[in-house]
């Protein structure tokens, strides 16, 4: 194995024990020492020579997953016809739909979602995918565009409000369906599984529905 393919394999370690552990505790309860541990690196330098710092290796980990999610997101996204008007359910399904898929059927999906809800309960949050100087395309190019096509009467501050709260329904939810699925109260696969999703996404759209209530205000 030459040291290009063990520094690689290394990283990977020490990203997929991130994951793990960073998915059971808080970003701050989580110590070097256990994610070494877990990655199986002797080297006590490992993580801050691949990485730097634990903070570079979360903030890595987010990027990872979201490349993911997005990868998905973005064919729903290229699906939206340029004829065609973006309506609020079609831009639930954008935001929602890779979510739930990707949950449901990876492994790291599952871990990504405790992650989220942990870092969600910080200080910190999600990183804003919304700029309020975003160029508009049509048909939309990402999913802030879209985002912002079903909303054109709500102010940069208004549509962060609604996608932090859509943010908590989303990954709390998640968090909470994996969690049962691990007990084996329900599967996400299963009708009453199917019932809840398909009930997040009513609440979702119910809640983007904003912008007759916007101009009478």
Do not use: C
């Not at 871990?111 to 049509?138: C, G, Q």
């Not at 048909?139 to 409000?161: C, F, G, K, M, W």
């Amino acid at each position: 194995m030459t040291e290009q393919e063990r520094s690689h394999n290394t990283k990977l370690a020490l990203m997929k024990a991130g994951l793990v552990l960073f998915a059971q505790k808080p970003f701050g309860e989580v110590k070097l020492k256990d994610i070494l541990d877990l990655a199986g690196q002797k080297n006590r330098n490992a993580l801050q020579y691949h990485f730097g710092s634990k903070r570079a290796l979360f903030e890595r980990i987010l990027l990872e997953q979201a490349d993911n999610i997005d990868e998905l997101r973005q064919q729903l996204i290229d699906a939206i016809s340029s004829a065609g008007e973006v309506t609020v359910e079609v831009a639930v399904d954008v935001y929602l739909q890779p979510f739930i898929q990707y949950t449901r059927w990876n492994a790291s999906g599952k871990l990504y979602a405790k992650l989220l809800a942990h870092f969600l309960r910080t200080p910190e949050r999600v990183e804003k995918i919304l700029n309020p100087d975003i160029p508009m395309s049509t048909p939309p190019q990402s999913l802030a565009e879209v985002l912002v096509a079903i909303t054109p009467n709500l102010s940069h501050s208004e549509r962060d409000q609604l996608l932090y709260v859509s943010n908590s329904m989303m990954i709390y939810s998640l968090e909470n369906l994996v969690a049962a699925e691990e007990q084996g109260i329900l599967s996400l696969d299963s009708p009453i599984g199917h019932h809840i999703l398909d009930s997040l996404h009513s609440a979702l759209v119910q809640l983007w529905t904003v912008n007759q209530f916007s101009k009478q205000a």
